[in-house]
């Protein structure tokens, strides 16, 4: 005589042992399990598959939206109206003539000026490395409330401008097209978007 216990799988009778029994009804558990996992990782894969495709999808909208819409390249205060943020400094006389710097000094983030071949000169800073008159750490640029400033910061052979020297560490407010010498190098401020 033989009964079924799961998936009509029938159960041992007759000879069997207990542990026999137990080992079946164990088979049909884990078989029953497995079934179930297999069922949950695909549920589990296709909502991970959906999520990739959602993704790429939402990634591919951001991308079209920027290509379309570039953003304004200009600064605006606090009434909205737009105001240049970058400076162009073109070396007009010394050893550095025809070479041009952009800088953009934010609150806080001086860009420096000096002889110096550092990094915080080369990315956002004037770099006159062979002006053997410039100091290391020259002077630097910042910005307050819309107005840009140039600092000597204690140069040894000062900062000009206007035929004037620019007294150390007191910021001197610039004009669009100004010109300054520092060492032997003449440059010529211009503000611009970046």
Same mark, same amino acid.
């Given at each position: *005589? ?5 998936? &009509? ?14 080992? =079946? ?8 399990? &497995?079934?179930?996992?297999? *069922? ?6 296709? @909502? ?8 790429? +999808?939402?990634? @591919?909208? *951001?991308?079209?939206?920027?290509? +379309? ?25 010394? @050893? ?27 990315? +956002? ?7 053997? @008159? ?9 910005? /307050?409330?819309?107005?840009? $400033? ?6 040894? +052979? ?13 910021? $001197? ?5 100004? /010109? ?10 211009? =503000?611009?978007?970046?």
């Amino acid at each position: *005589m033989t009964s079924t216990l799961l998936n &009509d799988v029938p159960f041992p009778t007759g000879k069997s042992t207990v542990e026999d029994a137990l080992n =079946f009804v164990l088979q049909q558990a884990l078989a029953k399990t &497995d079934k179930k996992a297999e *069922m949950a990782l695909k549920v589990l894969q296709q @909502e991970l598959e959906d999520g990739v495709r959602e993704l790429y +999808n939402c990634h @591919e909208q *951001m991308v079209e939206n920027c290509e +379309n819409s570039k953003p304004s390249t200009e600064a605006k205060d606090k009434k909205g109206a737009s105001h240049k943020d970058t400076l162009k400094i073109d070396i007009i006389s010394g @050893e550095h003539a025809g070479s041009s710097f952009f800088v953009t000094p934010k609150p806080n983030k001086p860009c420096l000026l000096g002889r110096s071949k550092g990094k915080k000169f080369k990315q +956002n800073g004037v770099s006159l490395c062979h002006d053997l @008159e410039v100091s290391t750490t020259h002077g630097k640029f910042t910005v /307050e409330n819309g107005t840009f $400033y140039f600092t000597d910061t204690g140069s040894s +052979n000062g900062t000009l401008i206007r035929d004037e020297d620019v007294q150390v560490d007191v910021p $001197y407010p610039l004009e669009d097209g100004i /010109e300054m010498k520092v060492g032997q190098s003449i440059l010529k401020v211009t =503000f611009v978007s970046q």
